[in-house]
């Protein structure tokens, strides 16, 4: 008999309700490597309780004197008070939480009962037989896919747009992720194709007659079928989370030694939430063995071994001695700093504010996660379609992040926006800093317009910040040189320092944060 029943008791839910939360828990359950069955409540051990109204609350105390807490496995509404050890919450009423969310919080229950050791280990887990592998393959010919499996939505792959589509939400491939490569099937087809189901409009007339009409009368007569675009490292990143159910890759050990090179983006997609956040903080700057990983964490060891596999997909993690190394660079970069900015700190009262600003895509993001004792906090969402080219997310308001020396010396980092649009966020925050750094990346069509438009954005501010100027991706392209830069700021009778920046790399940005320190701001310098 399976070592972990559980049984569900959604005494409010209508027969619609408890169908999706069967199944939520089914999925979840399927997520996980363990022995876990769906039973009724005569054979169960745990009980699953579904709290949605104050009826609901009243009937869960009387359990809670029945049953030891550690058996009470709850999901309940933000908006009703329940305490117990296993808790998920929801934002609101009459919905279900993330299956992802889920089985995280079976793997903690899990792990309570059933320690790792104690679990049995299956095959390790090879990324390449699983839907990962269908992914890469695509991404390696550029050939775009459609993909089937069961009940699935059709999944539209689109390597060459880096971009995925989906009839629905990503949570409904949840089957497919967990299906062997062998049992989905992987149709390929133009990119034409493709897009002309993803993105087909008709309209029901020409649009010569629609001239003078109003515009809502326009889109009542069009027909549109509507897909949910992501990109496609979402999906390696949410398929390597729970295709591995707590397996590692071939030839990976518990004892390896990993690093998270740099906060990753897709970290602060809706699906991840909270659950991953402590581990991402504990590899940030530290290098553990996967053993170590979920130490001082509420994480189980299949989220460990998740959020592994999800990074490795990426290739966001260091292993072994390169990890090592890295946390060295990081510790001699820190105390450089340190070093640097003393002075500063006694004249700011050991607090100082410098802020990354520039254009989409030029790394400002990736900077302030390299830098921040923590992963920052970030508000990261969707762009629009222009963007969505260079990148999957993009700052909308700010990024924050803090480097702690010690108490009298905390430097804060903001970076701002990167679409045009929000320029007015990108004013309040150069306002009050100490010091800024623009990014620029040398890809552009035209760079020296972008470095230009920045410049003119913080010109009520030079005469009281400390500027210096990075241009990233320079080992990309490496057209216009920095000498180039350097010239056209002498053009323009200003002199910051320039130079190229690796937004992933510490010692750069190091190099480049040290620059401003030597150069007064200009209301100094008259």
């Not at 309780?49 to 009470?72: C, G, H, M, P």
């Not at 897709?266 to 700057?285: N, Q, S």
């Amino acid at each position: 008999m399976p070592l972990l029943r559980l049984a569900i008791l959604a005494p409010s839910a209508t027969e619609q309700e408890l169908a999706l939360i069967r199944q939520a828990a089914s999925l979840a359950i399927r997520c996980l490597n363990s022995d876990w069955s769906l039973t009724d409540n005569a054979q169960a051990n745990l009980l699953l309780v579904w709290i949605n109204s104050e009826k609901d609350v009243q009937a869960f105390k009387i359990l809670q004197e029945k049953y030891t807490d550690k058996r009470l496995i709850v999901w309940a509404s933000n908006e009703l008070p329940v305490q117990t050890s296993w808790h998920l919450p929801y934002p609101k009423r009459n919905t279900v939480p993330t299956v992802l969310g889920i089985a995280n919080l079976f793997s903690r229950v899990q792990a309570h009962f059933l320690p790792a050791e104690n679990i049995p280990k299956p095959d390790a887990f090879d990324p390449e037989q699983s839907l990962i592998g269908i992914v890469r393959e695509a991404l390696a010919d550029g050939k775009a896919r459609i993909c089937t499996y069961d009940a699935c939505p059709p999944l539209y792959l689109l390597p060459n747009e880096q971009a995925f589509y989906l009839d629905g939400g990503l949570e409904q491939l949840i089957p497919m992720v967990l299906a062997d490569r062998q049992a989905i099937r992987a149709t390929e087809a133009s990119d034409h194709d493709v897009l002309k189901t993803v993105s087909y409009v008709q309209f029901s007339s020409r649009l010569s007659q629609y001239m003078f009409l109003e515009e809502d009368s326009v889109f009542q007569d069009i027909k549109v079928k509507k897909y949910k675009r992501y990109a496609i490292n979402e999906l390696l990143w949410f398929s390597a989370l729970l295709a591995s159910r707590g397996r590692l890759p071939h030839g990976i050990g518990a004892d390896e030694t990993v690093l998270l090179k740099h906060l990753p983006e897709y970290l602060r997609l809706e699906y991840y939430g909270k659950d991953y956040k402590p581990l991402a903080d504990r590899l940030v700057g530290n290098a553990v063995n996967l053993t170590e990983m979920p130490d001082g964490t509420p994480c189980s060891w299949f989220e460990a071994c998740a959020f592994y596999n999800a990074c490795a997909a990426l290739s966001l993690l260091e292993s072994g001695e390169t990890a090592l190394r890295s946390v060295l660079v990081k510790h001699h970069a820190r105390e450089q700093l340190a070093q640097i900015f003393a002075p500063v700190a006694q004249q700011n009262k050991g607090r100082i504010k410098i802020v990354i600003g520039g254009s989409v895509g030029s790394g400002k993001t990736a900077a302030i996660g390299t830098l921040s004792d923590f992963s920052p906090i970030s508000t990261e969402t969707r762009p629009s379609d222009t963007v969505t080219r260079k990148k999957s997310t993009t700052t909308v308001a700010m990024d924050y992040g803090e480097m702690r020396f010690h108490d009298n010396l905390k430097i804060f980092l903001y970076g701002t926006p990167g679409q045009k649009r929000f320029d007015f966020m990108s004013q309040l925050l150069f306002d009050n800093a100490w010091g800024a750094v623009l990014l620029i990346d040398n890809r552009e069509d035209d760079p020296f317009a972008e470095l230009a438009y920045y410049l003119d954005m913080v010109k009520d501010f030079r005469h009281k910040i400390h500027l210096a100027i990075g241009i990233t991706h320079y080992d990309l392209c490496a057209t216009p040189s920095i000498k180039d830069y350097a010239d056209y700021l002498g053009q323009n009778d200003l002199s910051y320092p320039v130079m190229s920046a690796d937004a992933r790399d510490i010692s750069s940005l190091t190099h480049i944060l040290g620059s401003l320190t030597h150069q007064p701001a200009l209301a100094l310098a008259s």
